[in-house]
């Protein structure tokens, strides 16, 4: 049986808590949220409206924005931040220390390793990895079966289709979408070839240039609102 008053848990209104699960310590609770019978580590904090589905385990300090639906079987790692309005699929494994936006979807069976940023707006699907230390820009569409390196930078409304494998340290460049099937690796260029390890529609339709990325990392702040 659960011990939300005895771990001085905040629960919201209209809130319900499977009798089963185990609440941490000093956890805040939305209204609406719907828990089932998961492990929630202390100071987690669920904003309203939000439903965990049976068999997740999250994380201590990990937070998780509103309206999200996490299905059966999930762990999220402590201090990961999930935004408003996600979805995330069955089995999947999010590590701790990771930051996704608001309207993320995340497919089964899909593995986020520690200190990635997934800004707004992205659609990530089923069987994929995405290594550590990985930024994925807004609007990015990642389809089943791909794999991001370590340090990739995946910029704004790029797609990555089916089976598509990005080694360590790869860019793709805004709006590139890159065909089934395709393993790139990072070469250094030229400087005047552009920033090194970024992958351009040019240079992939011509020569298959590849081109490190650069940019900053941003802080994604969803529960400061």
């Known amino acids: 049986m659960n011990t939300l008053k005895q771990h001085k ?3 919201g209104i209209n809130t319900t808590v499977h009798e089963d699960a185990v609440i941490g310590i ?3 609770l939305g209204n609406d949220v719907t828990i089932g019978k998961c492990v929630i580590g202390d100071g987690v904090r669920i904003k309203d409206g ?9 994380g201590s300090d990990a937070m998780i924005g509103r309206n ?6 999930v762990v999220i790692g402590d201090r990961t931040v999930l935004g408003d309005h996600c979805v995330v699929g069955t089995h999947v494994h999010i590590d701790k220390d990771v930051e996704i936006g608001y309207d993320v979807v995340i497919g089964s069976v899909t593995d986020i ?8 707006c992205v659609s990530i699907g ?5 290594k550590d230390n990985v930024t994925i820009g807004e ?10 390196g370590s340090g990739c930078h995946v910029h704004t409304y790029a ?7 990005l080694e360590d340290r790869v860019g793709v460049s805004d709006g590139l979408t890159l065909g089934r099937d395709i393993k790139i690796k990072y070469t250094p260029t030229k400087p005047e070839s552009g920033i090194p390890g970024m992958v351009y529609r040019h240079n992939l339709e011509n020569h298959m240039d590849y081109q490190k990325s650069g940019g900053n990392r941003s802080i994604i702040k969803m529960f400061h609102r």
């Open 9 to 11: 848990t905040i629960m």
């Open 68 to 73: 999200v639906n996490i299905s059966a079987g």
């Open 113 to 120: 390793d520690h200190n990635t940023i997934i800004h707004g």
């Open 126 to 130: 089923s069987h994929v990895h995405v």
């Open 26 to 28: 000093g956890c805040e």
């Open 159 to 165: 797609s990555l289709l089916d089976h598509v494998t």
């Open 139 to 148: 609007h990015v569409k990642i389809l089943d079966n791909c794999g991001i």
């Open 50 to 58: 939000t439903r965990i589905d049976s068999g997740t385990v999250i």
